[in-house]
């Protein structure tokens, strides 16, 4: 047998919907796994912001993109004898089946550690999957392909209505629906025989029980189930849609059972040798089933399943690939006991997904079979009441649990049950509130009547609760049963107080009202075996439905806390993660004992090997102050997890906690818009013209004196959300209707805006308001794209030298004046060498990461060393002596946000992001376009290049295009303005043009390869041409552009290198 | 609101919860199991007569309880026709259920069968007593906790209790299979009858000798198997016949004690769906197979008495305890599990097939003769 001693691993790129963080928790686990056997590890993943790209976690680690042509230059580079696919999701797992199909492994004799190649294949092509558990007669989805209407009904015969009609090779569900009867199918094929010459027709299991069982194998045969978990939701909502509890909560043991077994004869036919995820369909008055699809791979539920568990499924399939048995490893948690066993819990998760899709214009906010969510929450507890409210809140989107929130207004709350929002759940308690019963609820929503009855309960609960009017009045029997339900404080108090201001006041004398009647939380142990065998674990989750800690306090001030990031939303990911297992690094690292908040399954920060206690909780005031109370720590960081933390510092400070840092009234100072802006002034620092007004009226006169464009947005809020750019009175108006809604208690702020100005961010770190270290990097895109969706060149490569000596000037003298001590960041403008400061956060910022790795100083281990108290020297070496560039790029996920507008703008879009080296700008610009899904184009480029401005940055590159014989198809103003600078271009017309050669024709025959398309005004939103060939672009999966500079610099880039010549190397060989 | 009351432990302490059961006070030994689902079965397998169930999951109730039918004989949903323990004690209860095929809730069945149940106990932290001190003897009380006396199950011959009276007869197979009946699980019956068998169901202390049989099956059963030495006696004479002999759980503790070893009282048990058990590795026949099976048992065979003719067959890869041993000539095995499951996973039914196998490679060899 051949010897392992290298080992390549493939990440999973950029954070994506559909797959994201859960990822970089595989892979890192992986790697432990990998190391801990001496075996020599490379990693290939461009997402700078992970901790698995992070030193010391992989010996060797490449930023380059997870495709075949890379990951073979890399293999024959490293030349390792195996390699692992099932670590990095999709993305590994289909680049691992090309390079196979190609023969790359036999080449480089590489062996497949793990699943074999053929297993994955055969899960993944339908075809062989059905024909797979045809073969031990296992039940899955089937559909029947017809051509003619006739065909269409003998199938629905066949299978029996209800049936779903898909048309074929249609997009976005073009002409798919369900069908009840002959004449409903009639109608529908009908339609849909419009759109498509072929029909797949299907059996449909609408409202049946989702199911999933996490199953282990190992090369002896020998097979677990880790977990099992039900969705609240009914089939019909994709399970990354679906609120989800694990274990199962309404199956008899014959049907959890009768799955399990079913999970165990499947992965053994397949030759899954790892992790396997098995999805059913359960019928909800029999014991039928349909498999949906297996997983040869871990995956999101398998993150949540170890989570929901302690059970490190990524970790131990990295062992069974090396051909342990399951029986050769230890459970880690109990560290006594065998690897092969099946958790036992005695307490129940929650999963509930975040979606963020107010951020895209024109996306739809039912939600259904695709995956639109940009993250999760787990919740634990000892009852469902307690865990749905919990996660609820844990979403942060304003919603305090399953009652209690602002009203939402639902026109139609009939038809908000059945077809289901992102705000489904909320609409279930306005249901109640409105008398419907539950089994009129579940009639309409298909949800088992027994999470209804559940949530009933919550709702019964309030009601009680809102028939007393002091704190002193509710009994006490009622309080202790409302924490036992989940509710918070707050909660509670707003039902008292009737929603009224009063509410937020005394919500601190309801805890202490509490305290003193003895009703506390308790913290409770996940030990994988239900308190069975004694267990060290440091695994922790509060409770009010017990009545003992499970572990001891010592009191001796010698433990730090870290609150974490919270859910994965669109402006805050992986990036923070990194940034909080840092900073548990080194304070463990420092000799103390660092202890993690957090409630993100899908973070390494929330593995129980990363700190010495995990508090798998809330990051609210009262569960930190719970926590705080029972930890009593030597001191609190709440800088290094994004906003949700920092916006703690306030309330945290006032209640006497010892936050590690910056002061919190420093903090304010900075996060607000008045004090900061007045600051400033004094400091003598420039800041774009801004006033917060209440009244239109004061805003047209505000409008009046900076002119248009102007910049609105809602203060106090995170990645600029409801933020907008208006160019003009109309859509000022309009925009602010939207706007006063997202937050009353905070008036509008306008400010000016500066078009054509480049923007500069300094990522810092300061002790006693001197700064330590710093990292200047510029965006490529000029100000009016969000910083977190602009690409980021690091370190500068066209800055003035006296910008630079500018913007470390205004740094020092903020930092000095806010008495700054850990991280922070700064955005700047610069046109010319006039600088203006639009933003500045004292914490860790999204391009932490990306700066560290890159300059290859820690930001967060200097950081957190100064937070701890250390003197820390600083570094001499400067970024300007850096012999290669750092590109940042952005990932977006368009695709799966059917018809939103693929535009960039003030407000944050993307959900992901890679980090590429080079040893030019142009080589790392290439290999962070690659990354995100860029390809560089074969033939034809289609231009429409928009404003005066932008055609004239693009120039150059189409100059270039022509030279190195692309086709430039062109709109008729870009193609006159080419003409007229002798650029040759092919005329396209527009959609709404009935001539041709026309631009939406060309992309549905893919006969483009590649989209710039600019939008000329900086609002986005409407139905013009632009947006119809921005969307068709997505759908047709042809790569976009919308921003003229940064197309600019791919198409430089891919025409100035050869491909085959750009250099491999791993990061350490960056110096 | 309901009741309260309060689960009284004989170390003095004491925790207090509410009522959705029978109201009656009861004693006997409190053990935790920890299985995620399978109420309904675990509550009525006789195996857990004399003791107080504590469920380490939290959420109890949630699917109600199926309707209670007897069809031929053996119950559709039940392990026995009676709920068996003692008591009942969980942390969160359904007091609504939803399930297709449920009848009543919990909390009716439990009135209807008299048995008391216990809800808002921190079961997490009765369990972790249990674990350090052993299991507990205690008592579920409504208004004084001497109410009742504590009482000591293992004193008392449980199996004599749950036993049947008198031989009963199920299927009509070719093969004859004898039951002895310690407090079987009805679907051990369920699990023999998918084969070609009938099957003579026969009292804990009956003396199956008499009667013409091609395999003996010893059944899963409560208590200190110590109170069953007149089936070790029978089993014993039995085994001169060479006739294959299988069993299950008490019937393993019995075979074992037939094959001249003792038993022990373990420290707290094991009850739960989760348990490892590997084939002992020594034995090579299907190399180190690993199962996770469903158990539930108070007592274990000490494996350093059993007889040089014996080996060891299955192991528990968590404390090592035996989890099932074999003869080393003759069709003689028993595993400490339950291969039957109902509740608990279902991996090791197998057993059953090599059972069914030895009765018709035991015919061959003696028709051969």
């Known amino acids: 047998m051949k010897i392992i001693e290298k080992v390549l691993l493939l990440g999973s790129g950029a954070l994506k919907i559909g797959e994201a963080g859960e990822f970089d928790y595989s892979g890192s686990q992986a790697l432990k796994a990998l190391k801990e056997e001496g075996i020599t590890t490379v990693l290939i993943n461009p997402n700078i912001a992970t901790v698995q790209t992070s030193e010391g ?58 699943t074999p190649v053929q297993s994955i294949i055969d899960t993944e092509d339908r075809e062989l999957f059905v024909h797979k558990l045809d073969e031990i007669g296992v039940k899955t989805i089937k559909s029947i392909a017809v051509e003619s209407i006739e065909d269409a009904h003998s199938a629905a015969e066949e299978l029996g209505f209800p049936v779903i009609v898909r048309a074929a090779y249609a997009l976005g569900g073009l002409g798919s629906g369900f069908c009840n009867d002959r004449d409903e199918l009639q109608a529908l094929a009908e339609k849909a025989f419009s759109y498509s010459n072929q029909l797949l027709i299907e059996k449909s299991l609408k409202g049946w029980k989702e199911i999933e069982y996490e199953v282990v194998r190992d090369r002896y045969d020998n097979c677990i189930t880790v977990c099992n978990m039900e969705n609240f939701d009914p089939l019909g909502i994709h399970t990354g849609e679906s609120i989800v509890v694990a274990p199962s909560q309404t199956l008899t043991n014959q049907e959890y059972h009768k799955l399990r077994e079913l999970a165990i004869r499947i992965i053994r036919h397949i030759g899954v040798v790892g992790e396997c995820n098995v999805q059913y369909a359960f019928d909800t008055v029999s014991e039928d089933y349909r498999v949906i699809e297996v997983n040869a791979r871990l995956s999101r539920s398998s993150a949540l399943a170890s989570k929901a568990t302690g059970y490190p499924l990524a970790f131990v399939a990295a062992k069974l690939a090396l051909d342990y048995g399951l029986n050769e490893l230890k459970n880690s948690v109990t560290k006594s006991t065998t690897a092969f066993f099946e958790p036992a819990l005695d307490y129940i998760v929650c999963k509930i997904p975040r979606w963020d899709l107010g951020k895209f214009h024109g996306v739809s906010h039912e939600i259904g079979s695709s995956m639109k969510s940009v993250g999760e929450v787990m919740s634990i507890g000892r009852s469902f009441e307690e865990v749905i409210q919990k996660g609820l809140r844990m979403i942060a989107q304003g919603m305090h649990g399953f009652v209690a929130n602002k009203e939402l207004e639902v026109a139609n709350i009939d038809r908000a049950l059945s077809e289901p929002t992102d705000k489904r759940i909320f609409v279930i308690a306005q249901a109640l509130a409105k008398g419907y019963t539950i089994e009129r609820i579940h009639d309409l929503t298909k949800i088992d009547l027994w999470f209804l009855q559940k949530l009933q309960n919550i709702y019964l609960c309030s009601g009680e609760i809102e028939k007393y009017n002091t704190i002193e009045e509710l009994p006490e029997n009622l309080l202790k049963k409302a924490k036992q339900k989940g509710f918070s404080d707050y909660q509670i108090t707003k039902l008292i107080f009737k929603n009224s201001d009063k509410a937020s006041e005394e919500k601190l004398n309801l805890r202490k009202h509490r305290k003193s009647l003895g009703i506390l939380p308790v913290v409770k142990q996940i030990d994988t075996l239900a308190a069975e065998y004694p267990a060290q674990t440091n695994y922790l989750y509060l409770t009010y439905n017990g009545s003992a800690n499970d572990v001891n306090y010592l009191g001796d001030k010698r433990s730090v806390i870290v609150l974490g990031s919270g859910a994965y939303r669109i402006g805050s990911s992986v990036e923070f993660d990194w940034c909080s297992v840092n900073a548990l690094n080194t304070i463990r690292e420092k000799g103390w004992r660092g202890v993690m908040i957090n409630y993100n399954p899908e973070t390494v920060s929330t593995d129980y090997d990363m700190c010495d206690r995990l508090y798998f909780d809330e990051l609210t005031q009262e569960r930190v102050m719970d926590i705080v109370e029972l930890e ?29 840092g910056t002061s919190a009234a420093d903090i304010d100072n900075a996060e607000d818009r008045h004090k900061f802006s007045s600051m400033l002034d004094r400091l003598g620092i420039d800041q774009p013209r801004w006033k917060e007004l209440s009244s239109l009226k004061d805003i047209d006169r505000f409008v009046e004196e900076v002119g248009f464009p102007v910049l609105v947005r809602p203060s106090y809020v995170l990645s600029g959300a409801a933020m907008n750019v208006c160019s003009n009175p109309v859509e000022l108006e309009q925009f602010l209707k939207l706007a006063t809604n997202v937050s009353q208690k905070h008036p509008v702020v306008v400010s000016e805006f500066i078009e054509n100005a480049k923007e500069i961010e300094i990522d810092a770190v300061a002790n006693k308001g001197e700064i330590v270290t710093y990292a200047i990097s510029e965006h490529i895109e000029f100000a009016g794209v969000h910083s977190g969706d602009a690409t980021i060149q690091f370190p500068p490569q066209r800055l003035y030298v006296e910008t630079v000596r500018r913007i470390k000037r205004i740094t020092r003298a903020i ?70 560039v750092g590109i940042k790029a952005s990932q977006f996920s368009f695709s799966r946000l059917q018809k939103a507008d693929p535009v960039l703008g003030v407000d944050m879009a993307s959900t992901g992001e890679v980090g590429c080296l080079g040893d030019d700008y142009y080589e790392a610009v290439l290999k962070s376009m690659l990354s995100v899904g860029m390809r560089i184009p074969k033939k034809n480029v289609l ?36 003409s007229e600078n002798n650029v040759p271009s092919i005329l396209v017309y527009q959609p709404s043009e009935d001539l041709k050669p026309n631009a939406l024709e060309l992309i549905r025959e893919k006969q483009i390869d590649l989209v710039v398309n600019i939008p000329k005004n900086l609002t986005p939103g409407e139905l013009t041409n632009g947006y119809k060939i921005r969307r068709a672009a997505i759908d047709f999966n042809i790569p976009l552009f919308t921003n003229s500079r940064l197309a600019s610099a791919f198409i430089h880039a891919f025409c100035e290198m050869d491909l085959q010549n750009i250099p491999i190397k791993s990061w350490d060989e960056y110096k | 609101m309901d009741k309260k009351l309060t689960l009284v432990l004989e170390n003095g302490v004491n925790f207090d919860g509410f009522s959705f059961g029978y109201e009656k006070p009861v004693a006997g030994e409190v053990v935790f199991n920890t299985a995620m689902v ?108 001497d109410e009742i006396d504590f009482s000591d199950p293992s004193k008392e011959n449980q199996v004599a209790k749950v036993s049947c009276e008198e031989v009963l007869r199920y299927g009509n197979g070719s093969k004859t299979v004898v039951l002895v009946d310690c407090g079987v699980k009805h679907n051990i019956l369920r699990c023999l009858l998918r084969y070609d068998v009938n099957i003579v169901r026969v009292p804990w202390n009956y003396d199956f000798n008499t009667l013409e049989y091609d395999g003996l099956f010893i059944s899963n059963g409560p208590g200190d198997p110590e109170h069953c030495e007149i089936t070790v006696r029978n089993i014993r004479k039995a085994m001169e016949t060479g006739k294959p002999i299988c069993g299950i759980c008490m019937g393993n503790q019995l075979l074992a004690k037939a094959g001249g070893a003792s038993t022990y009282k373990l420290k707290y048990g094991h009850r739960g769906h989760n348990q490892p058990v590997q084939e002992n590795p020594a034995y090579g026949e299907t190399g180190a197979k690993c199962f996770i099976t469903s158990q539930n048992h108070g007592y274990a065979v000490d494996i350093k008495t059993l007889g040089e003719d014996w080996e060891e067959l299955f192991i528990n890869m968590n404390d090592g305890t035996n989890e099932g041993i074999r003869h080393k000539t003759k069709p003689f095995f028993s595993a400490q599990f339950h291969p039957e499951a109902a509740s608990g996973p279902t991996d090791t039914r197998f057993l059953f097939d090599k059972f069914i196998e030895s009765i018709e490679k035991h015919e061959t060899s003696t028709q051969k003769k």
């Open chain 2, 38 to 145: 399978g109420y309904p079965e675990s509550l009525t397998d006789p195996s857990y007569a004399g003791q107080i169930l504590a469920v380490t999951y939290p959420l109890v109730g949630n699917y109600g309880v199926p309707e209670d039918k007897i069809v031929d004989g053996l119950s559709e949903f039940y392990e026995s026709e009676k709920i068996q323990v003692t008591g009942l004690i969980i942390s969160e209860y359904s007091h609504q259920y939803s399930h297709w095929n449920a009848t009543k809730s919990l909390g009716e069945w439990l009135k209807e069968h008299q048995i008391p149940g216990i809800y808002g106990i921190d079961t997490r932290e009765l369990t972790k007593l249990i674990r350090e001190k052993g299991s507990l003897k205690g008592k579920i009380v409504f208004n004084s906790p």
């Open chain 1, 632 to 660: 009593n720590p030597y001191g609190l960081i709440l800088s290094t997890g994004g906003q949700i933390p920092n916006n703690l510092a306030l309330t945290l400070d006032k209640a006497g906690v010892p936050i590690l």
């Open chain 1, 943 to 978: 231009i429409s290049s928009g404003t005066i401005r932008s055609k004239l940055d693009l120039l150059t590159a189409s100059r270039l295009l022509h030279e190195k014989g692309y086709t430039i198809y062109a709109s008729s103003g870009s193609h006159k303005f080419l």
């Open chain 1, 815 to 884: 930092a000095e004046s806010l008495q700054i001590t850990g991280p922070f960041n700064i955005q700047f403008l610069a046109k010319d060498n006039d600088i203006k400061v639009i933003e500045c956060n004292l914490r860790a910022s999204r391009s932490f990461p990306f700066v560290s790795k890159v300059l290859k100083r820690n930001f967060i281990e200097i950081a957190t060393r100064v937070m701890l108290g250390d003197e820390v020297e600083k570094p001499n070496k400067s970024e300007f002596d850096l012999d290669y």
């Open chain 1, 57 to 114: 976690v992989a010996d060797k680690i490449y930023f380059l993109p997870v495709t075949p042509f890379f990951v073979e230059k890399v293999i024959e580079k490293e030349r390792p004898d195996g390699i692992l696919l099932s670590f990095g999701g999709q993305t590994a797992l289909n680049c691992g089946v090309e390079l196979y199909r190609s023969g790359i492994f036999e080449k480089y004799n590489v062996k497949v550690l793990g």
